[in-house]
């Protein structure tokens, strides 16, 4: 995935989630704009080892931990931690309120969308 958008869900990942090696969600505000829309489904390859500043990731809200949110990974700290950040800003709730969130709050990284 390039920093300027998402890859369309294409033959080998339907199959990797027809296999149970993907989840599916879907997006339902507005805070990953451009990238993103509401209703937008994801396609989410669990996470092994550190994400890359750049990708787009699906991870649990530190603050309220049954809500899951999309961001794209800003940068990675010497620390090991993750700072996040939504592309609409007047709409996201990211490490600029919460600051950065460890690795094990990631679930996955999304590798692919359905519009």
């Given amino acids: 995935m390039g920093h300027g958008s998402l890859n369309p869900v294409g033959f080998r990942e339907l199959a990797a989630w027809g296999l149970g090696r993907r989840s599916r969600r879907r997006v339902e505000g507005d805070s990953m704009r451009p990238w993103l829309a509401p209703g937008d489904q994801l396609l989410v390859r669990s996470l092994s080892g550190r994400p ?51 690795v094990r709050q990631v679930e996955g990284e999304v590798t692919g969308v359905f519009r």
Avoid at 67 to 96: C, H, M, Q, Y
């Fill in 52 to 102: 890359a500043a750049g990708a787009c990731v699906v991870l649990r809200h530190p603050e309220r931990p049954e809500t899951r949110i999309v961001k794209r990974v800003s940068r990675v700290l010497p620390d090991g931690r993750l700072e996040v950040l939504g592309f609409n800003e007047a709409s996201s709730t990211d490490s600029r309120q919460f600051g950065p969130v460890p």
